[in-house]
Nanobody, 121 residues
Framework: QVQLVESGGGLVQPGGSLRLSCAAS????????MGWYRQAAGTSQAAGME?????????????YYANSVQGRFTISRDNAKNTVYLQMNSLKPEDTAVYYC?????????WGKGTLVTVSS
């Protein structure tokens, strides 16, 4: 069983910064992809709302960023700790969402419970 625990969300003013962390535990494969998705607060996948990929990183260090966060967000990981981070700078109100950690390995997706990020003055 794989568990993902996120931390670091909260309320921040526009232009501010936050750092999210996600620690994975359980059976973690040596090759995997860890990433962050986000979904508008108050919505659910059951209601047909999709989670949008924000950024991801592989165990070999390859990274991907959505166009909307390129240059503002930085994803990193510590493979020894099975932990992924998302440094978010120059935050905008449209970044407000629930951020979910994702681990993809062996054809399976695992999700954290999500952490709320609110960007507001």
């Amino acid at each position: 069983q794989v568990q993902l625990v996120e931390s670091g969300g909260g309320l921040v003013q526009p232009g501010g910064s936050l750092r999210l962390s996600c620690a994975a535990s359980g059976r973690i494969a040596s090759i995997n992809i860890m990433g962050w998705y986000r979904q508008a607060a108050g919505t659910s996948q059951a209601a047909g709302m999709e989670r949008d990929l924000v950024a991801s990183t592989t165990t070999r260090g390859f990274t991907y960023y959505a166009n909307s966060v390129q240059g503002r967000f930085t994803i990193s990981r510590d493979n020894a700790k099975n932990t992924v981070y998302l440094q978010m700078n120059s935050l905008k109100p449209e970044d407000t969402a629930v951020y979910y950690c994702n681990l993809n390995q062996d054809g399976m997706d695992y999700w954290g419970k999500g952490t709320l990020v609110t960007v507001s003055s």
